[in-house]
Structure formats: C-alpha cells, structure tokens
C-alpha cells in the first residue's frame, strides 16, 4: 500500500468559506482540481509529507504544529493507481494568502466552500471531514 498525505486548507473571505484547491499536472486526473497533497517519501511523516508538499504545490509553507489530523482514508478504489491510503490534515488561515502553483499542481487557487468544482479522487468526502470537524 502506498502512503500520502493531503491537506485541506481553509480561510474566510468577506464571510464566506473559502478551500485552497490545486489543479492536477499528472495523472490520474490531469486538469481535476484537488486538495495539495501527494507520497510520502522514505523516513518521512505523513505531517512532514504534508508540509513539504502544501509548500511544493502551492507555496503556502506552514509548520507540523499548524496541522490538525483529520483521518486516514484507505477505501479500495480511491486512488486508480493501486492501494493508496492518505493521512488527512486541516490548516487553518484567518484569511486567503497569495498562492501558486508549482511542482505538478499547474495551479493552486481559493475556492468558496459553498460551489466547489468536482474533484479528484475522494477529496470531497475529506473535505466534508475536515470542515465538520
């Protein structure tokens, strides 16, 4: 089983709810939007993992102790690749900050809560998590 981490993050814009979102350069799901995320790499956490890929894929840098465990998502099927299971963290901002994309995230941008576009893999049901939490 392959391990990654995802990141959801959220902010407020004039009393609105808004997700940090990155649109896939790489399959599965070139050109989906989605969560920053992506493997953990050999002799690293699954919070380290988060942090360097949120700073990779969007270049919002945060630090572990900003991060709030959301769950462990291993369902069969999530991941069309194989047996994928993703360690799930929130970070919360006061409010959206500048971001870009970068390394296989061909953009990264603000979306409100409210009218999200479709997105890859099961991020969606992560992202319900998180925002209950």
Known sequence: MITTADVVV?????????VLLIRRGKPPFVGHWALPGGHVHAGESTVDAAVRELAEETGLLCVAKELRWVGVYDAPGRDPRGLYKSTAYLFALPEPVPVRGSSDAKEAGWWPLAD???LAFDHHAILMDA???
């Open 10 to 18: 959220v902010a407020s814009r004039a009393g609105r709810r808004h």
């Open 116 to 118: 999200l576009p479709k």
């Open 131 to 133: 925002v209950r939490a």
